[in-house]
Every structure is written in structure tokens, then in C-alpha cells.
């Protein structure tokens, strides 16, 4: 009899074999004037019942770099697909980590990646998450090097928590900057609010443009806009949609 971890090895092969494994985007809009300037890119997974469900479970059961490379040429494969229903000034953010950066297997990403045109490559932005550590600064730099000379932007996701820090910041050009959901939820906290009023002076400093996640009211919204964000996502404006419904209209309450 199989135990509980031997089957959840099995779930990424399963998932891959019976297309269970889709991507949704979701809206991230200018803070000038709420239009659409890119979209993050969101595994998601087919239930039994006809709707969609988080990753998670199966991500934490790939042990192996061969799954971790099968995934993410997957996601970067339908995202330069999705880019096809997207005006040339539209980008879509995929996510990355440095456990990919400093593996083995990132070459076979960059042999995809340099086979895009130019344009294709100004549109995609590759999104650095926080969930692991810097081990290989020196390659990780070089990784990012290369892949900002193809002409992708980078942006460091979730500023603020475990792995996403100034670190990182310091070795890596981002593009892009994320404050984390966590800090954005709590802005009315006066130490909250110092920490992300000074992450965005630093930022401009840096010319860096901000992103603000986790938005879920015009409050937040219009405070963090007074404050400088540059960018905002969320689901007051729009909840992740599967790509044939690109390009996505947004919320009517937050165009108003």
C-alpha cells in the first residue's frame, strides 16, 4: 500500500497528464489612471467540480529538478502563448525563484526564452519570489544579467517577508518592487504605515516602480496612490480570469 507522500509524488504527473494544470492572470493596473499595464501569471489547478484550485498542495510534493524544469517551462510556454491576445505595450509577470535561478536546469529557461522575439521579451516580466534563500550570489546576479539583456524585466515579489529583503535588493536590478499583502492589510498601523511610506521613498530613490498587492477597498487604494505607488493589484479591481478572457475588464466600482 502506497503511503500519503508516495501518492502526493505522483500529483504533478497526474495533474500533467490529465490537463488538470491551467493559468489564470490577474489585472495590475496603473495608479494614474487604473488602466491595465501587466498581468500576473497564476497556476491554478482543475477540481472535480468544475472550478479551480491553489497549487500549493502539488507544488510542495515536486522533489525533483526535472518536475521543478517540467513546470516551469509549462507556465513560461502559456504565458508567451497568452501574450498573443495582448496589445505589444501589455505584460504578463511570470514567477521565478532563486532556487531556479541557481539550479542546474535555468539554462534550458534561457535557451526558451532567447528563442522570442525582441518584442515578446519586452512584454514578459519574470517576478522573483520569496521562497528561498540567496546561496549562489555571484550566479544569481549573472542569471539576472542575462535575462535582463534579453530585454525581461525583473521584479522582486512579496518586499518585506522571509527572503524578500534588502539582500536581495542589493544584488539584483529589479524593475519592479512588491510590497507584500501583509504590510498593505495593515496599513492604518502606524509603524505599518512608516515602513511602507519609506519603502517607497527607497524605491524612487532606486527607480524602482511599486507594486501594492492585496487591494481590497478604494481606501487602500487611494491612500497608497497619495503615498506614490505606481502599481496596484487586487481583488477590488479584478479577481484572476483564465486567458481566454483576455484582455480583462476590470471592476466598474473601481474605474469610477
Known sequence: MKSHRQLDKGMFHKAISENKLTMKYQPIVRGDNLEIFKYEALLRLHNNQGGFDSPQHLLESISTDEDRLALLLFVTTEVIKALSNLDNKTKIAMNLSYYDIESEYIGNLLNLLKKNTKEVNEQLVIEIIETSKITKPQKVQDICKEITQMGIELSLDDFGIENSNLFAL?????????????????????????????????????????????????????????????????FFLCVPKQEKHLPISLNKLCQQ
Open 170 to 234: 542589493s544584488h539584483v536590478d529589479f524593475s519592479f518592487l512588491k510590497i507584500d499583502g501583509h504590510f498593505i492589510k495593515r496599513i492604518k498601523e502606524k509603524k505599518i504605515f512608516f515602513i511602507i511610506r519609506n519603502t517607497i521613498r527607497l524605491c524612487k530613490e532606486l527607480n524602482i516602480k511599486i507594486v501594492a498587492e492585496h487591494i481590497e477597498d478604494i481606501e487602500t487604494l487611494e491612500e497608497l496612490r497619495e503615498l506614490g505607488v505606481d502599481l496596484f493589484q487586487g
